[in-house]
Structure formats: C-alpha cells, structure tokens
C-alpha cells in the first residue's frame, strides 16, 4: 500500500486532520504528524534555535499520530528524516479549517507544509474547508481522498502541489470539481488600539476579505459558486518574464 504522509496547521487534535486521516486509511498506511498546538498563518517557518519535542498522542483512546512543538513545515521535516522508514509517496495537508485561496497561499500553513513535501520531492496536496465555523469534514475528505489516488497513479509535475479548497456544503449543493487560477484576493486589514488592565496599549488586528479579481476561472470565485477549487501551486517565485528588463539595468552602483 502506498505510505501517506498527513499533516496540518490546525494542530493534532483539530477535527480536520482527523476526517482526513479517516478518509485516507483506505488508500494507503497513513502516518500523522502535525503541531502540538494550533500554528495557522505561520507561513513556511521553520525552527531553527530551539529543541522540537515530539509525542505520541492518542484519539478515542487509540493512538493516532505524533506531535510535534514546532511549524507544519517542521513536522514534515522530522516527520520524513526521524519518525518514518522511508520517504512517504504522499502528503496530504489539512482539512484545513478557512479558505486558502489567493494570497492566503502566502501565509498558510497548511500549503507551506504541502510545499515542504514538494521541496523534499515528494508529492503533495492541501485541502481546506472555505469556512471557520461550519466543521463539515465530510465532502472535503471524499475530495482528498479522490485526489490522492489520482495524484498517486499519474504523479505531479517537479515543484508542484496541489492547493484545493472546498466550499462548507453538503455534498448534493457542491456542482463540481474545478482546475483554477490563484486569485489576487487579499483582507483590506485594520487595528482595533485597545488598552490592558494596566492601561498600556495593544492591537488587534481584523480585515475584510477583498476580491480583487473576479474571472471565471479564478480559485475565490470558483469557491463562491459552490464548486471544489483544485490549483496547482509552484514554490518558485521567479518574475521570469521580468528578468530580460531586468538585464538590461545598471544594477551595479
């Protein structure tokens, strides 16, 4: 059976990470992963000047997976370098709760563990539910599922995951399963300057989500019309087109 890598950024005990392991037993041997605690929005750090503590932890008094004190691109490090045999044929990263559509690539966890896979030359897919509050795990795991045999037949480009985001429906209410652009959404961001009990100052930052391109074939707006995003997500972030101007500048001083 094919060895399956799942991990997270919502941490071990997040409900996601629990539908997908479920989901995935009946593709290969799945082996989890992921932060002691919750590590959303962290991006790809890694932890460089402190210790990485790793336990067993058990679910349903069985056990489960193993956690780890550091990032998501942490536990797939150790995770592939210490606590397995040999490298899996697949990460799957999720059920991440939110979208990461658009920039939110950027930020996510979840896609950065995915990338720490594709770094490592193993193939990779992240999974989100487009939703904080909504924990229906159910279609979001079938779609990991179907995605992770697929990916496991026909393979993946070098230095390319798969980023899918699942709208928070049932299953009747999804319409289909798209290929998609990454959009150029980002939050128009503001600070709430609030006071501690010592009436020293502090900030909390909130956002409303901005949708800043609206074709068709975008991953925000595929989403919003009740249909599965699947966009394939390089880490190389080269303008290429721009380094022949580039070429021609002065750029010694």
Known sequence: MPSILVVNDDGIYAPGI???AGALRSVGEVTVVAPLAERSAIG???TVYDPLRVVEIERDSVFFGHAVSGTPADCVKIAVKCLMEEPPDIIVSGINQGSNTATNVIYSGTV???AEGVILGIPAIAVSLVSFEKKN???AAKVARHLTRLVLEKG???RTLLNVNVPPL???EIEDVLPARQGEGRYEERFDKRFDPQNRPYYWMAGKRMILDSADDVDDVIVMHNK???TPIQYDLTHHEFLKELATWKLKP
């Open 44 to 46: 790809h750090a890694i």
């Open 112 to 114: 950065s563990a995915a």
């Open 18 to 20: 629990k539908a997908l």
């Open 137 to 139: 795990f159910g279609y």
């Open 228 to 230: 599965v995003s699947v």
């Open 156 to 158: 993946l480009p070098p």
């Open 170 to 172: 049932a299953e009747e």
